[in-house]
């Protein structure tokens, strides 16, 4: 007789590491098997699915808290380097400067350089730079006459800027 195969694996290996060896006896049920020993498969499988689920609830808590606090931490930090550059900026000013800065989600030395380059206005400067290709170290090349890092700044989208340096055969990328 054929045994019995169940589609939840834990029921299966509960199935066969409880079934008679012997081939020729009578294929029980994995719920009379589990009667004869005086086992509640059900309610220790439930038990080990509950305890599965919290634990991959606690641990995408717990990676959203980190992911929520490396955030905070670098828009602290990015507030801190806002307000030793443009000290003119005060309160919600700096705080929207600052979460800005924190979605491009730079590294502290590199937030630090690109505010260098494109002032503190410029996080989405930045981010359009580095969606586009167009390393940090080429604000300073000049391109028909004016510096990337102006043409940015004067509001010249990123894409048109990178379009113009292959029209000129320069490379804006490291």
């Keep these: 007789m054929a045994r019995p195969r169940f589609t939840d694996p834990a029921l299966q290996a509960a199935y066969d590491y409880l079934a008679p060896a012997d081939t020729s006896a009578p294929a029980d049920t994995a719920e009379a098997i589990a009667a004869r020993e005086g086992l ?16 991959a609830r606690t641990a995408a808590t717990r990676q959203q808290t980190t992911r929520r606090d ?9 507030f801190t380097m806002l307000s030793r550059q443009a000290m003119r900026l005060r309160g919600p000013e700096l705080r929207s400067r600052a979460q800005a800065w924190a979605r491009v989600g730079l590294w502290p030395q590199e937030m630090e350089a690109w505010i260098g380059a494109v002032g503190v ?3 989405a400067i930045a ?7 167009i390393a940090l170290s080429a604000m300073n090349v000049s391109l028909d006459g004016r510096r990337v890092k102006e043409r940015l700044r004067g509001g010249e ?16 990328s490291d």
Excluded: E, K, Y
């Design 40 to 55: 509640d498969l059900v309610a220790d499988l439930a038990a080990v699915r509950r305890r599965t689920a919290r634990t």
């Design 157 to 172: 989208p990123a894409f048109s800027v990178l379009a113009r340096a292959a029209a000129c055969g320069r490379s804006l």
């Design 121 to 123: 206005d410029g996080a």
């Design 127 to 133: 981010r359009d730079c580095r969606t586009a290709g």
């Design 70 to 78: 490396d955030r905070r931490s670098l828009q602290t930090l990015a």
